[in-house]
């Protein structure tokens, strides 16, 4: 039972409310999280912006979402994330929780400012799309995040490494005639981050993580009480660099896709809980920016309203991984690693975000579909089984399928 935005009441014999949802052989959870999203918000709203990412995490069925920083400007003043939440809260319909850049202008110079940061309402800091790679800030970014109880969030790639790569370094780059990008690239920053978060006592969050060495590092990390923690996203689980073969340009993104034996260890890595978040890392372009060649195109697909189709048909049907390590990876994990006391959990006292899930859903993905301005997906056009029909935020539905039975429930009404 649900009053004033917050769940009231479990049980089976509950006095019926003034409205009720009917999902009898559905799967009723708590709202999905996902930690790593690109809303191109300010900046770049020909790709995406807040009120369109925000439809398409509803329509994919997440309640909650973690805006990456690196827009134009990148928000790395308090000035920039009050702004940002002003938007948000007049045009989205879902809760969408900002990250403050590490450093000024994501330029790996000097930090922001932490505290200040954290007062205007950050979750976490990061400079996705860049990496912190000087070893002495990122230091002094742990001390800091610590004392503040946030987490750093880093997109660990070697630059000098990387430079010039274009898919991962191996067999199908050389056929292509390609530079490849060695996963040496990601476990160097891997390996340092996590010594100095030892060092230090802070937490380090290692963004869409992509090989077997850095699932192995992590899984050490924490059997030695390192406050490591980390995210996968579906299509690292789902597909290795021989895609690139057959799906092109989007199949290109950083993290590169790896190989089959990559593909495994985090697949085994999500099972046996080292990895703890899926986070889909949703990356819109244009359309003529991925249709330019393998050389040439943006790195990144979108992925909010496909994950968890894509998750449940490929990994929980077929028995790989469990619906409860899937659901653990979309809701407390994410909402205990970045601090949302009230959400990723159906209790008395908790946040009414609610996601009801069709298991046995057959449905095909469509671009025309989305909400999202990104139709950069490899994914258009497969068959899948399993999908979110109903999101509810703070007690309203903002989003349900069209055949879904809400007698007297319309779009932003309580239930």
């Given at each position: 039972m649900i009053d004033q935005n917050k769940i009231i009441a479990i049980g089976p014999d509950l006095t019926d409310g003034e409205i009720v949802i009917d999902a009898?052989?559905?799967?009723?959870?708590?709202?999905?999280?996902?930690?790593?999203?690109?809303?191109r918000d300010p900046g770049q709203t020909y790709k995406e912006d807040i009120a369109s990412g925000a439809k398409a995490a509803a329509q994919g069925g997440f309640t909650t979402i973690a805006c990456m920083p690196n827009t134009i400007p990148v928000i790395d003043s308090p000035e920039k994330v009050n702004n940002l939440i002003k938007q948000i809260e007049k045009v989205a319909?879902?809760?969408?929780?900002?990250?403050?850049?590490?450093?000024?202008?994501?330029?790996?110079?000097?930090?922001?400012?932490?505290?200040?940061?954290?007062?205007?309402?950050?979750?976490?800091?990061?400079?996705?799309?860049?990496?912190?790679?000087?070893?002495?800030?990122?230091?002094?970014?742990?001390?800091?995040?610590k004392e503040l109880g946030l987490p750093i969030?880093?997109?660990a790639e070697d630059l000098y490494l990387s430079s010039g790569t274009v898919i991962n370094d191996g067999e199908i780059a050389f056929r292509l005639g390609v530079k490849g990008d060695t996963d040496l690239s990601e476990s160097i920053i891997v390996a340092r981050d996590i010594l100095l978060a030892a060092h230090t006592g802070g937490h380090i969050h290692i963004e869409h993580i992509s090989s077997e060495a850095t699932v192995a590092m992590i899984r050490e990390a924490k059997a030695k009480g390192t406050k490591v923690t980390a995210e996968v996203t579906p299509h690292h689980l789902l597909l290795t660099d021989e895609d690139v073969l057959k799906l092109g340009a989007n199949c290109k993104m950083r993290p590169p896709l790896r190989t089959k034996r990559d593909m495994e260890s985090l697949r085994q890595g999500l099972a046996d809980g080292t990895i703890d978040c899926i986070a889909t890392d949703h990356a819109p372009h244009a359309v003529e920016e991925k249709n330019v060649g393998l050389l040439n195109a943006a790195n990144g697909i979108v992925g909010l309203e496909t994950a968890v189709g894509l998750i449940l048909t490929y990994l929980v049907h077929p028995g790989i991984i469990s619906i409860e390590n899937a659901l653990a990876?979309?809701?407390?994990?994410?909402?205990?690693?970045?601090?949302?006391?009230?959400?990723?959990?159906?209790?008395?006292?908790?946040?009414a975000d609610i996601t009801i899930i069709d298991l046995d859903k057959d449905w095909t993905v469509d671009t025309e579909l989305f909400y999202s301005k990104g139709k950069n997906t490899p994914f258009d056009g497969c068959k899948l089984k399993g999908k979110a029909i109903l999101t509810m935020v703070a007690g309203k539905v903002v989003w349900a399928e069209e055949n879904f039975n809400l007698e007297g429930v319309s779009n932003g009404t309580d239930a």
């Open positions: 009898r052989g559905k799967l009723v959870v708590p709202g999905l999280i996902d930690v790593h999203v690109h809303l319909c879902v809760n969408i929780l900002p990250m403050g850049a590490i450093t000024l202008e994501s330029e790996g110079r000097a930090l922001t400012d932490f505290r200040a940061l954290k007062k205007a309402g950050v979750i976490a800091f990061s400079d996705d799309g860049k990496v912190v790679q000087n070893a002495e800030l990122m230091y002094r970014a742990l001390i800091r995040s969030s880093q997109h990876a979309w809701t407390y994990k994410p909402a205990q690693i970045f601090g949302m006391e009230t959400k990723g959990r159906l209790a008395e006292g908790f946040d």
